[in-house]
């Protein structure tokens, strides 16, 4: 088993043998060890090296609370997962309050504002002028992941990475456990809670019993084609253009590699996208009547993403909490999907400060409560969003015409612009007593 970035990385533990069982000590986490199976105990199980689990791991750390993270995945696959890019305001802040913001400091490229591009022109958002100062950042999903997992490990906290068959048990008694496997070995942990932070497709979500939840979904009838390209930013801000053709995003990952992104079929062939199709598209979609060009280059990874709204009603269940993805998900077009799963560690972080050193349980009781105020908000923006800036096939043309309308009053009044401008930065935080 593997604790840390895996061979040779494995720290000192403290080893106690007595009863036919050794048991290991690292930090205040306990390991006992029989021939066939490992028992540890914590304070906090996480389920997910992803943003809501890793952040959420900090957080706790922070604040003297034990946990241990397992993910399913290598650290090498996590770290190099290709996802979101727009760090809101209290995001890179609370990067920098974490003690991670010293590669985002130099690397992240910090945006007063956006571009909505319609009928061939531009029309800037200015967040700063807009917010009282506030701006988002640039600054790749995986980048953070390298710097939550670097911070971890530094300070001799464990993630186990390639962890299988995780299940859950006991989530309504006092003592829940994670059950898992390592290097074949059966595992169990042992919690006070566990925190289900395993994206969408994990194990939390699915197994509270479908009776104590309610569901929200929403599939929107397109998705997004997405590129890395070797190619320097046309734009030094992003440029959402709507176009009768379909929306197309331009954003960037460094002042040298674009990431651009087309509206498609959702379940569109990447295969039928050879580059020179991708570019050409591309170009049409940008196109302005001043004749502004998109920079062509290598690209260097493409794929497609589905777009929906969900959401999960509670975000608890007895022991567990879901954090992220596993209670949530958004369309891409708000760029809201890692830091609403910030949004939501930082209120359990606050929850479970507040009950280990207070003993007091009553944000921990209102957490979903709590989380579920921001997350419809930002559903509504997302919904929004894209809804204002992509083509619908079953659009009449009054729908059209609608459309285009509210693109002219979001880009000439500034009460709207201002409305897309706080959210796009992102709410604020608020924290309960
Ligand atoms: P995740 O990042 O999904 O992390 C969950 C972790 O749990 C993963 O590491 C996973 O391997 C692990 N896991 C899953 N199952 C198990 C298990 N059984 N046991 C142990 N571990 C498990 N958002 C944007 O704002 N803009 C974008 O452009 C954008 N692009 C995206 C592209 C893709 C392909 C996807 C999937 C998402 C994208 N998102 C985007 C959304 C954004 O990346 C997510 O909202 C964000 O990653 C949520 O973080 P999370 O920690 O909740 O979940
Ligand atoms: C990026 C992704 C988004 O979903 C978005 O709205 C803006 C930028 C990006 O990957 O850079």
């Known amino acids: 088993m593997g604790f840390g970035c895996g061979a040779g990385d494995l720290f000192s ?29 914590t ?4 389920i997910g090296a992803g943003p809501a689990g890793l952040f959420l791991s900090l ?96 300070a001799k906290k464990p993630i186990i990475f390639e ?7 006991g989530l309504g008694g006092d003592t829940p456990s994670i059950n898992f496997r390592a290097n074949g070995v059966a595992e169990k942990l042992e919690c006070d809670f566990i925190a289900g932070c395993d994206g969408f497709h994990g194990v939390c979500r699915t197994s509270i019993p479908s009776e104590a939840l309610t569901i929200y979904d929403r599939e929107y009838p397109f998705g997004w084609l997405g590129i890395l390209a070797q ?72 794929g497609v993403t589905g777009m929906r709204s969900f959401v999960t009603e509670p975000m608890q269940y007895g022991k567990l909490l879901l954090a992220g993805d596993a209670a949530h998900i958004v369309p891409p077009t708000g760029a809201k999907g890692l830091n609403l799963a910030v949004a939501d560690v930082r209120v359990l972080a606050q929850a479970l400060g507040d009950f280990y050193e207070n003993g007091k349980t009553q944000i921990l009781e209102r957490y979903s409560d709590i989380c579920l105020r921001r997350v419809w908000k930002v559903q509504r923006f997302s919904w929004w969003m894209t809804s204002l800036l992509h083509r619908f096939a079953d659009a ?38």
Request: proline share 3%.
């Open 13 to 41: 533990l403290e080893k106690l043998e007595r009863d036919g069982c050794v048991e290991y000590r690292f930090s205040s986490t306990r390991w006992l060890i029989t021939t066939a199976e490992i028992h540890m105990r």
């Open 43 to 46: 304070q906090v199980g996480i």
């Open 59 to 154: 957080l706790l750390q922070r604040i003297g609370i034990e946990s241990v993270v397992l993910e399913l995945h290598s650290r090498q696959y996590v770290e190099e997962r290709i996802r979101a890019g727009v760090l809101e305001h209290g995001t890179v802040q609370l990067m920098r309050e974490l003690g991670i913001g010293e590669r985002l400091n130099k690397q992240g490229l910090e945006h007063g504002g956006i571009e909505l591009r319609f009928g061939g022109r531009g029309h800037r958002i200015d967040f700063r002028e807009l917010t009282g100062g506030k701006s988002v950042t640039i600054y790749a999903q995986h980048e953070v992941i390298k710097d939550l997992i670097a911070a971890r490990l530094k």
């Open 163 to 169: 962890a299988q068959d995780v299940s859950v048990d």
């Open 231 to 302: 190619a320097p930013p046309s734009s030094h801000e992003l440029i959402y253009a709507h176009h009768d053709r379909g929306f197309a995003l331009l954003s960037m990952r460094s002042p040298e590699i674009s990431r651009l992104y087309l509206q498609c079929e959702p379940d569109e062939d990447i295969a039928q996208w050879p580059d020179a199709r991708i570019w050409e598209e591309l170009h049409k979609r940008f196109a302005t009547t001043d004749g502004g060009k998109l920079t062509e280059g290598p690209v260097i990874q493409k």
């Open 396 to 433: 009449s043309a009054f729908d059209h015409k609608r459309q285009v309308a509210e693109l002219d009053y979001v880009t000439s009044s500034r009460a709207a612009a201002q409305t897309l401008a706080e959210n796009y930065v992102g709410l604020p935080m608020e924290f309960y007593e």
